[in-house]
């Protein structure tokens, strides 16, 4: 008679050094499709305008930018006509600053999924990170018809948008995994994302050109990693001149430190998750 042999598991302590099990993502892809999926359908369940708030945000910022800084402040706008200018910038930073407040605040947000459930934890901060790209497609339509406005003609440099915009998220994932890890232990964080949120937001050359800092300090100002991003989407899409360089390449390498280091602080906490959210 034919016998079945069962597969046997071993199991084993993680060790002094965290391991990453990224492949766990992978056999749990399904749940992370549906996660996604829920957040935009719950996003848009009995609005009024639907899908035109993803519009409206960034659009109306830019009328305000071009009303207060484009003609009042007269804010150089690198030879740029200034709404076409500040909506390619919003549109990174609106899609970064989304992403990582739902990244943030996604654990707590999910935690009775967490309690009743083993999966991957990695999944819900991933799945709201990316659960923001569909506004970012549908405020992307709006770009293009500005530039067909007013005659901006993109250049080969278009080609490299998808790498900026994979550039974006990945900075909002990295600033999310530490936020909602800490989230979970200090329940007091997500009072301070809206703050670090507008605070970041003057850091960055949004309602003004990085052309302003001093050339010798723009490596330095790269060590905002949304610095490189969107001066990296101005150049990709309105055709300017001077490209990113040496500031793009530090806020690459912010970004990757973060990210490395936050799957790893992310991995650490998992365990204790189940048990303080």
Known sequence: MATHQHPVV??????????????????????LYFLVWRDVKVRYKQTVLGAAWAILQPLLTMVAFSIFFGRLAKVPSDGIPYPVFAYAALLPWTLFAYSMTEAGNSLVGSQNLITKVYFPRLVIPIAAVLGGLVDFGVSFCVLIVLMFYYGITPTLAILTIPLFIVLAVATALSVGLWLCALNVRYRDVRYTIPFLTQFWLFLTPVAYSSSMVSPRWRAVYGLNPMAGVVEGFRWALLGKK???????????????????????????????FADNV
């Open 10 to 31: 071993y199991l084993r302590p993680s060790g002094r050094f965290t391991r990453l099990n990224l492949r766990d993502l992978h056999e749990y892809r399904d749940l």
């Open 242 to 272: 001077e490209t990113p360089g040496p500031m793009l390449a530090v806020s690459v390498v912010v970004v990757v430190t973060l990210l490395i280091g936050g799957l790893y602080y992310f991995r650490r906490l998992e365990s204790t």
